[in-house]
């Protein structure tokens, strides 16, 4: 059985599971359009959020998206679910970011996961995400689907935060500082992949 995450980042690699993927598996890395992924997939499938993010073509930007009304922003994200609670949150981010950091760019340079935290509607998994996706920090997320693949595999915390040093130290220890976003980005990808595959 496995002991350290790289034994399981192993396992997961040799199962060829993100073939079909983007190279940092999830879409548009590097955008504003990740942070607009990791709240609208809160609480619903990736599936949903994609609708969602089709309707938003043309507003999937930090200056577009602060112009629609919290209304309209609704309607465009309804396939998302939790509409009414996800709209105002998207919309009052999006102004803090530019009210903050001035624009996207740097917002990624300058962005602590301590302010992802201390806004409304963002907890440890969505600003992850944000900051590996959306920012390509060296940072981990740790969902759902993570517990659900280290539980089959006998290994369980109390805590979000004893799940990332988990699947981050063994990494650590193998690759360089330069490669651990790319690194943790997929080992992510493949954990969900493995996930949808196996049902787990």
């Given at each position: 059985m496995y002991k350290t995450s790289l034994e399981i980042y192993d396992f997961l690699y040799k199962e060829n599971l993100l073939q079909n993927s983007p190279k940092w598996w999830w879409p548009n890395v590097g955008t504003f359009e990740v942070v607009v992924g990791a709240i609208l997939t809160q609480n619903t499938t990736w599936r949903n959020?994609?609708?969602?993010?089709?309707?938003?073509?043309?507003?999937?930007?930090?200056?577009?998206?602060?112009?629609?009304?919290?209304?309209?922003?609704?309607?465009?994200?309804?396939?998302?679910?939790?509409?009414?609670?996800?709209?105002?949150?998207?919309?009052?981010?999006?102004?803090?970011?530019?009210?903050?950091?001035?624009?996207?760019?740097?917002?990624?340079?300058?962005?602590?996961?301590?302010?992802?935290?201390?806004?409304?509607?963002?907890?440890?998994?969505?600003?992850?995400?944000?900051?590996?996706?959306?920012?390509?920090?060296?940072?981990?997320?740790v969902d759902a689907y993570t517990k659900r693949l280290l539980k089959a595999f006998h290994i369980e915390f109390k805590s979000y935060k004893q799940y990332k040093e988990f699947l981050e130290d063994g990494i650590k220890k193998a690759f360089t500082c330069k490669e651990l976003n790319l690194i943790y980005a997929r080992f992510h990808g493949m954990i969900v992949e493995y996930n949808k595959l196996k049902k787990l």
């Open positions: 959020v994609e609708k969602s993010l089709k309707n938003l073509e043309g507003f999937l930007d930090l200056d577009s998206i602060i112009t629609l009304e919290v209304e309209e922003l609704k309607e465009k994200i309804r396939p998302s679910g939790f509409y009414n609670q996800k709209a105002p949150r998207l919309l009052t981010l999006a102004q803090n970011i530019k009210d903050r950091f001035g624009d996207f760019t740097s917002f990624q340079k300058e962005v602590t996961r301590e302010w992802l935290l201390s806004q409304h509607g963002i907890g440890q998994e969505s600003a992850d995400a944000i900051l590996c996706y959306a920012c390509l920090r060296n940072e981990i997320v």
